[in-house]
């Protein structure tokens, strides 16, 4: 009898802020620029996303903790859509970093890293609980999100604070990363996370940013990825070879252009192959 093919749809939700981060109006903030650095507030924050689109097809959430993005106004608005539509709720903690949008490594230890997490698990945890609903995952945001897949100290404070914390709490970590191993050898329950829209090098890694090929401007070429790496165990890379990869679950960042379309022909897709959506937290 033929395995049943089953991946999670997620995308990362609760970015913005109905409450002006320190105090300050988005729209002030978008006219500084820092003396020492010439940074700016990162344009990400007020980017336009197809939050909408993506609410209807996706089976879990990352939500932004407040370090890097959101508010308690934005997380609580979203969590009654998110249940109703049978949508499980993860957290998704960053480095202290709202100005630029976690973006970049804030020098910490690996213990103070922990407290970071466990501040930001409790953010979320409080409000859930009006709900009678708990965190069921932990997936890093930007610059934390590499630190944890590259480096073995940030990879041991995640492991740290969710045993502390919840050990039923679903890891999420990019795949094909050094520290994957680490994480499962945490006897932890871990998912590895391919993407919908962006690109791969050879590596088995996503192309940063900067890469001509970082993002995806097709709703085929999203598709067309998704489907290689589940039925086929492989990704394309931007040289035209394929790499190994398997994943669990599948992120489409909101803010991605077309995501709309890339959603909605993906799900589309995923039907037409006989692969079902449902959460990790269901299946893993």
Not at 92 to 109: A, K
Not at 176 to 195: D, H, N, Q, V, W
Request: negative net charge.
């Amino acid at each position: 009898m033929m395995q049943e093919l089953t991946v999670d749809l997620s995308t990362e939700l609760a970015e913005g802020f109905a409450i002006d981060p320190c105090g300050i109006p988005p729209h002030v903030l978008k006219q500084v620029v820092v003396p020492e650095t010439g940074l700016r507030f990162h344009r990400r924050q007020t980017m336009e996303r197809a939050d909408d689109a993506l609410l209807p097809v996706i089976s879990s959430a990352y939500l932004a903790c407040g370090l890097h993005s959101g508010d308690p106004l934005v997380i609580r608005g979203l969590i009654p859509t998110l249940l109703e539509k049978g949508v499980r709720i993860g957290a998704h903690p960053s480095y202290p970093d709202v100005f630029n949008f976690g973006q970049h490594r804030v020098p910490m230890t690996s213990k103070e890293l922990v407290s970071v997490f466990l501040y930001q698990f409790g953010a979320l945890d409080g409000i859930l609980r009006e709900f009678d609903e708990r965190i069921r995952y932990v997936k890093c945001h930007g610059a934390l999100n590499f630190d944890v897949a590259d480096e073995d100290w940030a990879c041991d404070a995640i492991v740290q604070a969710v045993r502390i914390f919840d050990p039923e709490i679903i890891i999420v970590s990019m795949a094909c990363t050094p520290t994957m191993e680490r994480l499962k050898a945490s006897g932890l329950r871990i998912a590895e996370e391919g993407f919908v829209d962006r690109g791969y090098g050879t590596d088995g890694r996503i192309l940063r940013r900067n890469h001509p090929k970082a993002l995806h401007t097709s709703a085929a070429d999203a598709v067309n990825q998704v489907i290689s790496i589940v039925k086929d165990g492989v990704v394309e890379a931007d040289d035209g070879s394929l790499v190994p990869m398997h994943a669990d679950t599948f992120c489409l960042h909101s803010d991605s252009p077309g995501a709309d379309a890339m959603a909605k022909a993906l799900v589309d897709a995923l039907r037409a192959e006989n692969i079902q959506i449902k959460p990790t937290a269901d299946f893993l």
